[in-house]
């Protein structure tokens, strides 16, 4: 049975990234898929500080506590007051950089609105609700699939509009879910003041691994321009089926109700090869068929197929084991390994693109992601945040708050 809700779960996540990313990359043209490439790494920031001050430090609290009921009531309150903050942000700086109201205000939205669906999103796979996650992603993508077909069909589809089906997909898995924001102000307080150590942690952790994805792109368009840039983004794209359902499954990776030995990854691995081998087959026959009409991003990746296939593969590995460490290292064992990760993938990547020009770009990037990932292999005794290591869990976290939503 847990198989199924697993497959449920990726098909949720198949259904997301059809709806998100690929459909903007199969329709929009190369300078509009680019402004939204642009949004979406701000997304990208803004959920990586997500995960370090609310989702990953209550997956931590789990570890310690031994149950899924842990400071519920504040962990909504504080993804609630993020989530907002950061759509609010997000949408003023495009307003601010554009003059465009409309593109703004879809941004913005779109952000706030897939922050909290990905927050309440990792409660219910920590609650062991998997199936039900992976459905209501489902229904919500269907929902703005729909629409966005409709809108291609009739010509109107644009980049404000891919971030506008991209909200709707969000708020439809959202709604379905039954979990609603949660605005106190002073139990978002009460997180974000309780929980200084491993806020402080995680951030860090996250500035620096926020440098790599957000940089990395920026860094191989200022070596190579923007043809390696776009490249590198889109390929990115093309991984997220797979980090998706490890970002689904993190919380329980993070706390530990699932293990890190060679057998799990072992069977990331095989998800990898068999998602690479999927998604390069895509690419050699859209590009052979020439159906796109060889002005999108897609034409420019065909010739790339094989390099892309590769970078899903050791993505997969990379991101299982990072989560690992995450979950069980100290502040300096977790800090050091970070920064040496990005040193290699941003070193490594661009270096790539210096040496040997923008088509090396997707395989530079393959390589630095292999290269990083046997930082993150631990040797015994380096498991230093379980119950035994770290400070003792206090008593009103072990009780289960009677307010949660």
């Known amino acids: ?53 609310i989702c990953d430090v209550w997956a931590r609290l789990l570890r310690r506590a031994g149950g899924v009921t842990v400071q519920l009531r504040d962990y909504q309150a504080s ?18 950089f554009t003059g465009d109201v409309l593109f703004a205000l879809a941004g913005g939205l779109a952000t706030a609105v897939s922050m909290y669906r990905s927050g309440i999103a990792y409660r219910l796979i920590a609650e062991d609700r998997i199936r039900f996650a992976g459905v209501t992603d489902l229904l919500g993508a269907s929902i703005a699939g729909i629409v ?36 106190d ?26 440098v790599e994805t957000v940089g990395t792109p920026y860094l191989v368009g200022a070596a190579g321009g923007a043809l390696p840039l776009a490249l590198h983004r889109a390929a990115s794209s093309l991984t997220y089926p797979v980090r998706l359902v490890l970002e689904m499954l993190r919380a329980r990776i993070i706390s530990g109700a699932i293990g890190g030995g060679l057998r799990a990854v072992g069977a990331i691995a095989v998800i990898g090869l068999l998602a690479g081998s999927g998604v390069g087959g895509g690419l050699v026959v859209l590009g052979s068929w020439g159906i796109l009409g060889g002005d999108t991003i897609v034409d420019a990746l065909a010739p790339h197929a094989l390099a892309v296939g590769a970078w899903i593969l050791t993505m997969a590995v990379s991101s299982f084991v990072q989560f690992v460490g995450r979950g069980r290292l100290d502040g ?40 990083a990932a046997g930082l993150w292999i631990l040797r015994r005794g380096e498991e230093v945040a379980r119950d035994s290591d770290r400070a003792e869990t206090t008593a009103d976290e072990r009780v289960a708050d009677p307010q949660a939503a």
């Open 1 to 53: 049975m847990k198989n199924t809700a697993y497959l449920w779960m990726i098909a949720g996540q198949i259904a997301t990234t059809a709806v998100i990313q690929v459909l903007p990359m199969l329709t929009l043209s190369v300078q509009g898929y680019a402004r939204f490439a642009i949004v979406y790494l701000a997304f990208a920031g803004f959920l990586a500080l997500q995960y370090a001050t």
């Open 79 to 96: 993804l609630t007051a993020l989530t907002s903050l950061s759509g609010l942000t997000l949408g003023l700086v495009a307003l601010l």
């Open 148 to 183: 966005s077909l409709g809108l291609i069909a009739t010509g109107h589809f644009s980049t404000t509009v891919a971030l506008a089906c991209w909200a709707l997909a969000s708020l439809g898995a959202s709604v379905l879910a039954r979990i609603a924001p949660v605005a």
């Open 185 to 210: 102000v002073r139990a978002a307080v009460r997180w974000f003041s309780g929980n200084r150590g491993d806020i402080a942690l995680l951030s860090a952790e996250a500035a620096i691994k926020t």
């Open 332 to 371: 300096r064992r977790l800090l050091g390994r970070r920064l040496a990760n990005t040193v290699i993938v941003l070193g490594v990547t661009a270096g790539g693109v210096i040496l040997f020009g923008a088509g090396a770009v997707i395989w530079s990037a393959a390589l630095a992601e292999l290269l």
